[in-house]
């Protein structure tokens, strides 16, 4: 593949013409609906000639519906459109497509896309590169993964210090509605250690795409790409939202950058998953979740991580909407298995007004030992045992059941940790530029 400055018009009609094969067959294959029903539509003809995930499109009366096919029979195919199927009657044509395929460009940097890989933000058109990108691609072979093992600054102290990071590596923030996930999610965005950052926005109410890119990316703006898929969409766009923010970033990473990827959330996204998978009528085994919705975040997950040598890292951060603040929800047992490590955000420490509302004693992460030097690691644990002491403390200090002098390591966690608290506090607009390990020791000498 020759570098797209290079390339001449016939050169990259010849490519893009190329890269069609993944999408599109020879020969026009076509069948035609036999029944419609509010959440998929039979077709006939093609059971024989289509694959599970392979694209169809119907010809609705106002124009044609990209639909995605769930369950195969011997007779019928089951699809499940990606827009409303009002429009879509008995007898109706539908012609198989291949594979579901996005063409992204560096241009796509301060854009906002549809699902689809369609402009929803009125800028004009996109351009369209030069290489076709499965929205169902396999993750890289696990041996010719590049290692992680350099680490990375988030802007975030309380991140930085207790549970840092190491690019190519999967984060994710569990929390329950209203707790500051998709605050923390911008602040991490808003940092500028990235060469490129992906945001993926699933489920969310219409008005918070807006407030996001507006007051949360910011300037971030010019160096992301934003996916969104709203509450109101269908559950087949939902699903595909963070299929195509993650194809997005493996055009990004194939290029040799270094690339943020930021999913809101994973849990819409297995709720989207459960929807059509019952939809093809797999039946539920957990909580109303069915088998495929954990094995589609396992192939959701791994794509993320380091390229093959060569090429860039896609260092991801999921969200995890807890709900009921329930931390042994299905999905979210799993996905704590799947990630490198997750951070816990509690309402109790939200409510107290210290943000980020990160529990530091329950958040981990799996590299953090490649991030810390010895030292600091030393320092870390000695913090972590005197917050512990701190908090299981607290109730029998707040009786008047314990006398200073009592005991020596209480009497130092009741001096320390509460500066340390207030050193972690940070405004959601500012990003900690300094040394996070100076300031501690600066804020605790204090």
């Known amino acids: 593949m020759y570098p797209e400055h290079m390339l001449n018009s016939l050169d990259r009609l010849a490519v893009t013409l190329s890269s069609a094969k993944k999408e599109i067959g020879p020969i026009k294959v076509g069948g035609r609906v036999t029944r419609v029903s509010a959440d998929a539509v039979h077709v006939s003809g093609l059971s024989q000639m289509v694959c599970l995930g392979d694209l169809v499109v119907l010809e609705g009366r106002n124009q044609p519906r990209k639909s995605e096919v769930i369950r195969l029979d011997e007779t019928d195919v089951i699809v499940k459109p990606f827009e409303r199927t009002n429009d879509i009657g008995i007898g109706a044509e539908a012609y198989l497509m291949g594979g579901l395929a996005i063409h992204p460009d560096l241009s796509w940097k301060g854009r906002v896309i549809s699902a689809l890989g369609r402009p929803i933000d009125s800028a004009g058109r996109l351009n369209t590169g030069p290489e076709a990108f499965l929205l169902e691609n396999d993750p890289p072979h696990p041996m010719a993964r590049s290692r992680v093992d350099t680490p990375v600054r988030t802007g975030v102290r309380v991140m930085d210090l207790f549970t840092p990071m190491c690019v190519g590596q999967r984060l994710g923030i569990f929390a329950g509605s209203g707790v500051g996930k998709s605050t923390l999610l ?27 890119i507006d007051d949360i990316l910011g300037e971030s703006i010019s160096k992301s790409v934003v996916v969104a898929a709203t509450g109101d969409e269908s559950a087949m766009m939902r699903r595909l939202a963070p299929k195509t923010a993650m194809s997005v970033a493996e055009y990004f990473r194939s290029r040799g950058e270094s690339v943020l990827l930021i999913l ?28 495929s919705v954990f094995s589609d975040l396992a192939q959701l997950l791994e794509r993320a991580g380091p390229g093959p040598d060569g090429e860039g ?25 799947l990630l490198d490590g997750h951070i816990i955000l509690n309402r109790e420490i939200a409510e107290s007004g210290r943000y980020p509302p990160v529990d530091i004693l329950k ?22 045992g005197l917050i512990s002491r701190f908090e299981d ?17 209480t009497d130092k966690a009741c001096q320390l940790v509460p500066k340390i608290y207030e050193n972690l506090r940070q405004a959601a607009d500012t990003s900690d530029l300094g040394d996070p390990f100076t300031e501690l020791a600066r804020a605790l000498s204090a």
């Open 393 to 409: 403390t607290r109730d029998l200090r707040m009786m008047g059941g314990y006398q200073v002098g009592a005991d020596e390591m």
């Open 186 to 212: 911008g602040m991490l965005a808003g940092f500028g250690e990235f060469d490129t950052v992906v945001v993926g926005l699933v489920g969310e109410r219409g008005r918070e795409v807006r407030e996001f």
């Open 363 to 384: 958040s981990t992460s799996r590299l953090a030992n490649r991030a810390w030097s010895d030292d600091q690691k030393e320092l870390i644990m000695r913090l972590k």
């Open 264 to 291: 809101d959330s994973a849990t819409r996204f297995a709720h989207a998953a459960r929807d059509v998978a019952m939809a093809a009528g797999e039946p539920p085994v957990a909580r109303g979740y069915t088998p």
């Open 313 to 337: 890292s896609i260092t991801a951060i999921f969200s995890v909407l807890v709900d009921g603040d329930d931390h042994n929800d299905p999905v979210a047992d799993a996905l704590r298995g």
